[in-house]
């Protein structure tokens, strides 16, 4: 267990499992601060991301470049919400973008299938699992079909999604 503590500090940049992080105080207007911009940019963002992702989709790219956006995006507007750093931000912006991966795959949906029930995919349980799983399911698919060009692919977008979770709480804590 404390391999993996070590670990996580190391990739992190930051003691996530100190008592002492976790125990300063936190100024109620700047957390009404970075609530307000991370919901606001998770949503809008996320809709952003979801159309960019489309745009490159109509190219044959299908990298998720909509992604970096939105963790740059939420990153940049939650360390600019706050004036005294606290451990909690960082991870509510890991939240924001989690929020803000679900609003991407709506809107790439609403874009993908117009004349669908878009609705009807909000109701089934799975898409639920789809937003976040997305570059698993894609890795998976790749290695049925054997071919290459999907699985480098796939490999790729796998490594963007892991490098935006990082980016993103890495980005947030940098003012401190």
């Not at 940049?76 to 989690?98: C, D, E, G, Q, W």
């Not at 909000?122 to 570059?135: C, E, H, R, T």
Request: charged share 10%; with cysteine.
């Amino acid at each position: 267990m404390q391999n993996i503590e070590n670990n996580i500090n190391i990739l992190l940049g930051d003691n996530v499992f100190s008592k002492y992080n976790w125990k300063q105080t936190i100024y109620k207007d700047d957390l009404k601060n970075v609530i307000l911009n991370g919901l606001l940019v998770a949503i809008l963002g996320g809709i952003l991301a979801g159309l960019v992702d489309y745009a490159f989709q109509l190219l044959n790219l299908v990298i998720s470049i909509g992604l970096l956006l939105l963790c740059y995006l939420i990153a940049f507007r939650v360390k600019k919400a706050y004036t005294s750093y606290h451990i909690l931000y960082p991870v509510l912006a890991i939240v924001f973008l989690i929020i803000g991966l679900f609003f991407k795959q709506v809107s790439y949906y609403f874009c993908l299938m117009p004349d669908v029930k878009t609705f009807s995919l909000l109701i089934d349980g799975g898409f639920y699992l789809s937003f976040i799983l997305s570059p698993f399911q894609y890795l998976i698919s790749a290695f049925k079909s054997f071919n290459i060009y999907t699985l480098l692919i796939g490999i790729i977008d796998l490594i963007i999604y892991i490098l935006a979770f990082i980016y993103t709480y890495r980005f947030t804590k940098g003012r401190n």
